[in-house]
């Protein structure tokens, strides 16, 4: 996965130096020759900062009070803190602050440039003036602050940048001395003529390196701390072995820390997606174009997202299956990580990568599987986004509910469907079934869904939002028994030669229902509302006093419409014949929710 990063950080030129980073800045602090403060400019827009390169990494940041060269946050460069911040935290960032400075002033001695800075933080009048006007521009302390020094931007000139190679270097060096010298006095760690001391071999390289012992913080991660979380540390004994410590466990240098830091940080600002409150990110080997991302239904919802991504996969494979050249590599690949915040780390939940070919297949797979009719019986339904069928697996939000503590039920099922949706063959797993089942008795009977059901769309204020819920239920049940293998008669619209007696008993209870609205209209509490529970977890014990009713609801029918609804039952009897279950398992009351929705769409049609 690291090493993949690092592809991608060379493709897209993020692989720096080490000893310099690429950091989203969010303000400018001007200053005059004589190092009096001019102004303070934010950076970027309302979305982020602005993305600036060759910014001063700071190494070994743990080391005790240390700051990077120039480029810090705000609350480092002024001790600008949030309210009741705590006095520890104070005490350290203070400790910082004045290292920061004396960086500058050390470097002012032999950078012209830099004399006004030097100035600058000599004067605590200036120092507090820049605070106080951050703080009424509303900064805040984790944001980062760059300097113009007499209209100069200071960190990209070259003598600067000069200044503070040289300073990285033999501070680098100075610590691989003090490694060396703490390996001979250690007892602990193993021979091996093949690893000079003070040297290691780098985790993603193989090469001898001299390993940073902490790496930069991944930023911009929500949820995530405000300055930043690490992807790999070892601040815990737990995590060391063999007397190691810090970065020493996993050795990476410093070329291809940053490089893997910069990629995750590009790829989190710029294609980060939520699925369900999960974040989840995603490339290629070679680039694509976005109207030919077949992920383009990741995103956050947009109108014809899905349709988008599922036009484009079947645009690219037929083109591939036709024998025309792709406008793409015929080579290229997927990577996708699924990443959340967890106590300052960033931790990986999930890792997928294929070939771009079986990624499009997969994903044309999945809207097939997906695809069911609508509630009117003559088309299919609008294809149902990711993030709807993920969500679907819970019950209603509820007003004023943070959408946060709403999909916190969700566990690994994101994930499960998620692989889903770009692997096969991949079967949906049984316990998104069930955790649907237990959902659609409340579900059918409530009284929004009932209106839809048998009456008319344009009443239901929220129609949208149940028949999104509506469609992404029976479809994923629809796409569990196709994937589960076997003759499961799957079909996008009603089927009336399913075999199994749950399917065709969900249709019985749709033509009764039908029937009973057919007679007397909307009665309130009808068939529906008082014996779904029971027809679909015991329809043997059910179904005989529903049918010895139904005859009262047909006479009260025309001859025509009487006949109609006759039939149908009868039709459905018939193929039940001797095999009415006394009950239904988990995986059959999904079958028979799935039979009863389809009839209700075929009555509708006709």
Known sequence: MLHRLVEYASKEGLDPEPGFTTHELRW????????????????????????????????????????HFLVETVQTVVLLFKKNEKAKKMSGTKIRHEFFS??????????????????????????????????????????????????????????????????YKEDLNKGVKDTKSKKKKSTHLPEDDKVLAGEMLCFISGERVAPLSTHDKITNLPGGLSFGDVIIGFDKDAFCSFGLKQGYNAAIGGKYASAYVNALNHLIKNYLHKLANTLVIHWFKESV??????????????????????????????????GHKPNFPAGNRYYVMTISSATSRVMVRDWMEGSFKELVDNIITWFDNLEIVNINGKKTAQDSKLEGVVTSLLKPRKPNQAYKDWTKPIGHERIDLLHSAIQLPRLIPFHIIARIVTLLPAFFISEELNHLLFGKQQDIENSGLYLSILYARMGLIKAYFIRKGGNH???????????????QCGRLLAVLASLQHAALGDVGAGVVQRYYVAASQAPGLTFGRLIANSKNHLNKLDGDDAFEYEGQISEIMCRIQDRMPATLNLENQSLFALGYYQQIAANRAG
């Not at 109207?291 to 991504?309: K, R, V």
């Open 489 to 503: 008669a799957m079909s996008v619209y009603l089927n009336k030669e399913h075999p199994e007696p749950a399917y």
């Open 102 to 167: 004396s960086m500058i002033h050390n470097a002012a001695k032999d950078v012209p440039v830099l004399k006004p800075l030097s100035s600058f933080y000599k004067s605590q009048e200036q120092v507090s003036k820049l605070h106080d006007k951050l703080l009424k521009e509303k900064a805040k302390p984790a944001e980062r602050l760059k300097w113009r020094v007499a209209g100069v931007d200071v960190i990209t000139q070259p003598d600067v940048q000069s200044w503070w190679r040289l300073w």
């Open 289 to 322: 174009k976005q109207e030919d991302d077949p992920l383009s239904f990741l995103n956050e919802p947009l109108p014809a997202t899905e349709a988008a991504a599922q036009g484009s996969a079947r645009k690219i494979l037929e083109a591939i299956r036709d």
């Open 28 to 67: 400018e602090a001007q200053i005059d020759s004589d190092g009096k403060l001019i102004n303070v400019l934010p950076l970027g827009d309302e979305s982020g900062g602005e993305n600036t390169p060759k910014c001063p990494l700071m190494h070994n940041m743990t080391a005790g009070g240390r700051a």
